[in-house]
């Protein structure tokens, strides 16, 4: 178990370019959760799966993103045609759905710079 | 919706010292997580302590505890016998119980937590 891990970690890119994240969660893990953190604020939700499944998506998230998971495995975020606003730190956490279990393992984040 | 508060942007203490770290919330919620992360610099964001809503004891972790204060929404860290790795970003999440699943956490603003020698 290496925990969660996050590729690439660090992205720069011309504003109106496409960009695309890959997540890669603990093993066993069922549900796979995508929050974005800018300079100076905590994580904002922005979707989450359990398995290949997309439970939930935040209005935070334009019809510029697109998440994925389709082997209910790893996940890629897409930005199309980023924006300077797009800049953050993009992270990744996952946790298994077992009564009692609460917590979020977190990737160590894919930092955007859109110029 | 639910918000977290962070007043403290910064704080700083001594090594070995005790330093407490504030936290506010609003829900309308009756089960809910509290929960305080850890973010040291340039690493990933890691689990400290976890407080259940219906729980009317305070959660500790070996240095770390908490004071919950449910009427009040309120959730203070305490750290006790302050460290040099205790350096880091500490942000207080909610989350709204979700039956036998993790749900989306709501962050706050953190504090950043400086411990000098």
């Known amino acids: 178990d290496t925990g969660v891990s996050q590729d690439p970690r660090h992205k720069i890119t011309k504003r109106g370019q496409n960009v695309t994240f890959r997540c890669d969660p603990i093993?066993?893990?069922?549900?796979l959760y995508w929050y974005r953190q800018t300079l100076g604020q905590g994580p904002e939700f922005l979707t989450y799966?359990?398995?290949?499944?997309?439970?939930?998506k935040s209005r935070l998230l334009s019809d510029r993103f697109s998440a994925e998971r389709p082997k209910g495995s790893f996940s890629t975020l897409e930005i199309q045609r980023t924006e300077q606003g797009d800049s953050a730190m993009y992270l990744c956490?996952?946790?298994?759905?077992?009564?009692?279990?609460?917590?979020?393992?977190f990737g160590p984040g894919t930092r955007l710079t859109v110029t | 919706a639910q918000t977290v508060t962070q007043s403290q942007p910064e704080m700083s203490v001594q090594e070995a010292e005790t330093v407490t770290l504030s936290c506010t919330y609003d829900?309308?919620?009756?089960?809910?997580?509290l929960f305080w992360y850890k973010q040291p610099p340039s690493r990933q964001m890691i689990l400290v302590i976890r407080?259940?809503?219906?729980?009317?004891q305070n959660a500790t972790e070996n240095r770390f505890s908490v004071n919950f204060q449910k009427a009040a929404k309120s959730f203070s860290l305490k750290i006790s016998d302050s460290q040099l790795g205790d350096t880091a970003m500490y942000f207080c999440?909610?989350?709204?119980?979700?039956?036998?699943?993790?749900?989306?956490?709501?962050f706050g603003t953190g504090t950043l937590l400086a411990v000098q020698p």
């Open positions: 829900t309308s919620e009756s089960n809910y997580y």
């Open positions: 799966f359990q398995n290949e499944a997309q439970l939930e």
């Open positions: 999440a909610f989350m709204k119980f979700n039956g036998g699943a993790t749900n989306k956490l709501i």
């Open positions: 407080q259940e809503a219906y729980k009317q």
């Open positions: 093993s066993e893990h069922n549900r």
């Open positions: 956490a996952s946790s298994l759905v077992l009564a009692g279990v609460y917590e979020q393992y």
